[in-house]
């Protein structure tokens, strides 16, 4: 009886809580303020860009430095237009102060810890920005009535593969495994359990993106070789790897990934929660991101090979194609690079053009 009685206790503090965020009509994006926490960082600047394209009326970045040359050879001609805010998405107050002050009406947050390595033995740092930081966010959509925030996961959050294509209903545990290989994974999950927390709860209105293997200019790399063989080649060096050849992975170019958040921050109320930042295409190995580099790039000399070190292995059996299908029912969004072949062409016409920039 006792149980009984709280839950229905809970049950009903939950609708009184929801009950203050009543669904409305979202503004347009002329009249929206976004927020991109981690914004100065190589995707964020992507997402910068494909905002300011948007026509949003205000973009900030919220981060501890400004974009870096890449950066704002990414950002474009429109960088002076975008307001940069420093400071560390762990710090709360400072934080919801850049909130509060810009008024804003969405929220994308990138702001993360990726070094596995470095997670590892910085455990609570992790906690802190990996996981505290999302609740930093979805603290601040409730304080100041943020409309629409879109949560940056990654496909990191994934088990062995159990089905193909993989899409958003693919368990992320396992009876014997837990999701992902390290703690970045970890955090990640966590991260969007957070996301489904509050809304479930308290009715904040989120969308999760799980980008795969983003490349472009700016890119770190964390993403297997595809920075070092496409600017490498543009610069004239010759190129040797010993191993990862038949490491397959879903290249998805960073213009493409802006566009999907672009794209999510529009998406109905009604739209799924979850979507993948992918071609959604069969995966494609190191060896033939090598051979497309040289037939794109002249002069182009690359050899690898096809053994996997002991750190890829198991990771290979934590990837398998996947879905889209609801970013294009939902969303109407299909990536323009969709390509490997076209995505790499862009690279590297875009790395030259910034080479050529800083001569």
């Not at 090979?305 to 969004?333: F, H």
Request: glycine share 12%.
């Amino acid at each position: 009886m006792t149980q009984g009685l709280a839950a229905a206790g809970f049950e009903e503090g939950i609708g009184r809580v929801t009950a203050e965020r009543p669904s409305r009509p979202r503004r347009p994006p002329a009249e929206s303020t976004v927020i991109v926490t981690g914004g100065a960082g190589f995707v964020g600047c992507h997402v910068v860009r494909e905002l300011l394209e948007s026509g949003r009326a205000k973009v900030v970045v919220f981060d501890l430095n400004e974009p870096n040359d890449e950066g704002r050879f990414v950002i474009g001609e429109r960088f002076g237009e975008v307001v940069y805010e420093r400071g560390s998405i762990d710090d709360t107050a400072r934080f919801f102060d850049v909130v509060r002050t810009h008024r804003a009406t969405e929220i994308v947050h990138l702001a993360t810890l990726i070094n596995p390595s470095v997670l590892a033995a910085n455990r609570t740092t992790m906690f802190r920005v990996n996981i505290g930081g999302v609740a930093n966010v979805l603290e601040a959509a409730i304080a100041f009535d943020v409309e629409r925030i879109v949560n940056f996961s990654s496909i990191g959050i994934l088990p062995r593969v159990q089905y193909e294509p993989i899409d958003a209903a693919h368990p992320v545990f396992l009876a014997d495994s837990g999701s992902g290989s390290d703690f970045y994974g970890c955090s990640k999950v966590a991260g969007e359990a957070l996301c489904f927390a509050y809304q479930q709860a308290l009715g904040v209105d989120f969308r999760t993106i799980r980008p795969s293997a983003v490349y472009g200019v700016g890119m770190t790399p964390w993403v297997g070789p595809i920075k070092q063989m496409v600017e490498g080649s543009v610069r004239g060096e010759k190129l040797r790897f010993e191993h990862g050849g038949r490491h397959p992975r879903d290249y998805t170019h960073a213009s493409d990934i802006g566009g999907l958040v672009v794209a999510m921050l529009g998406a109905p109320d009604d739209a799924d929660r979850i979507f993948y930042g992918a071609t959604g295409r069969p995966l494609v190995t190191t060896t033939e991101v090598a051979r497309i580099v040289m037939e794109l790039v002249p002069g182009a000399d690359i050899e690898i090979g096809e053994e996997l070190t002991e750190a890829e292995q198991p990771i290979v059996a934590l990837r398998g194609q996947l879905s889209i299908e609801n970013a294009r029912a939902q969303l109407g969004w299909e990536p323009r690079y969709g390509s490997v072949r076209d995505g790499i062409g862009r690279y590297s016409e875009d790395y030259r053009a910034f080479l050529a920039l800083q001569a």
